[in-house]
């Protein structure tokens, strides 16, 4: 009675997981990870009713969007079933609302390095033309 309900760890592939979506049987992934919500769901305090929606699904951006607490971070673990396994053709997993930040930032830091190369490759050629130019001019000249 007292023993506390013990979660399979399993991982299961996207389809898979997709197939635990109801009240009974309710599964949510989060950072590529997948919980079980079953025993959990009456007892969120955000309702059921928005862990039903996101039954089966990655609810990452949802539970970050929230701001969810820590202690609500820990109350995870106790959930934890298991790893995402990631299939051929399956949709990327959804990045963390930190991880954004870093990757929009990266993501423009990466454009101006490209930017950058391509000013230092087109410079280069200019240059060089420049000299070959020269080059030729004094051939010319001699
Ligand atoms: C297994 C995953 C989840 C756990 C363990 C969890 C846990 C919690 C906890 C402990 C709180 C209380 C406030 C806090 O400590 O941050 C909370 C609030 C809330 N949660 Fe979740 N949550 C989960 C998933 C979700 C998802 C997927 C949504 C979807 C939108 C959601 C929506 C909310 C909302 C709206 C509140 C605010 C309730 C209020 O302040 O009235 N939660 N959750």
């Known amino acids: 009675m007292s023993e506390k309900n013990v979660i399979e760890i399993k ?42 929606d996101l039954a089966g699904q990655d609810c990452t951006e949802a539970f970050d969007d929230v701001g969810h607490s820590d202690e609500a971070r820990e109350t995870l673990k106790e959930y934890f079933a298991g790893n995402v396994k990631r299939m051929p053709g399956d949709p990327e997993p959804k990045p963390k609302a930190s991880a954004t930040d870093y990757t929009s930032s990266s993501s423009s830091a990466s454009g101006f390095g490209v930017g950058l190369y391509a000013v230092i490759l087109i410079g280069g050629a200019i240059a060089y033309g420049a000299y070959n130019y020269l080059q030729a001019q004094q051939a010319q000249q001699q």
């Open 11 to 52: 991982d299961l592939t996207l389809q898979e997981i997709s197939e635990h979506n109801t009240k009974k049987d309710l599964y949510l992934i989060l950072n590529d990870k997948i919980y079980n919500c079953t025993e959990f769901a009456d007892q969120h305090p955000g309702g059921e009713e928005v862990l039903l």
